[in-house]
Nanobody
Framework: QVQLAESGGGLVQAGGSLRLSCAAS????????MGWFRQAPGKEREFVAS????????LYADSVKGRFTISRDNDKNTVYLQMNSLKPEDTALYYC?????????WGQGTQVTVSL
């Protein structure tokens, strides 16, 4: 059974940092490109960042470019999202996703709240 477990969310002041983790089990993690998405109240889920299976290539939404960094450790079956210079508009439930061919898996999400 595939499981993606996000952690690391919390309450932080604007300008602060958080590091999210997503631990994967039940799949060959190193074969899966991984992504982070977020969903704020009343809004649709949106793309944040993605990383190839090897970690050699990353992609970011314009809204987080230069502030967030996605990385992965295939030995630990974990993908990370380092979030710096956080803004109140970054407040959302953050999800990780594993995608390969026509299969995708989602975690349950971790809440990030950024206060003024």
């Amino acid at each position: 059974q595939v499981q993606l477990a996000e952690s690391g969310g919390g309450l932080v002041q604007a300008g602060g940092s958080l590091r999210l983790s997503c631990a994967a089990s039940g799949l060959t993690f190193s074969r899966y490109p991984m992504g982070w998405f977020r969903q704020a109240p009343g809004k649709e889920r949106e793309f944040v960042a993605s990383i190839t299976w090897s970690g050699g290539s990353t992609l970011y939404a314009d809204s987080v470019k230069g502030r967030f960094t996605i990385s992965r450790d295939n030995d630990k079956n974990t993908v990370y999202l380092q979030m710096n210079s956080l803004k109140p508009e970054d407040t959302a439930l953050y999800y990780c996703k594993a995608t390969r061919l026509f299969t995708e898996y989602w975690g349950q999400g971790t809440q990030v709240t950024v206060s003024l």
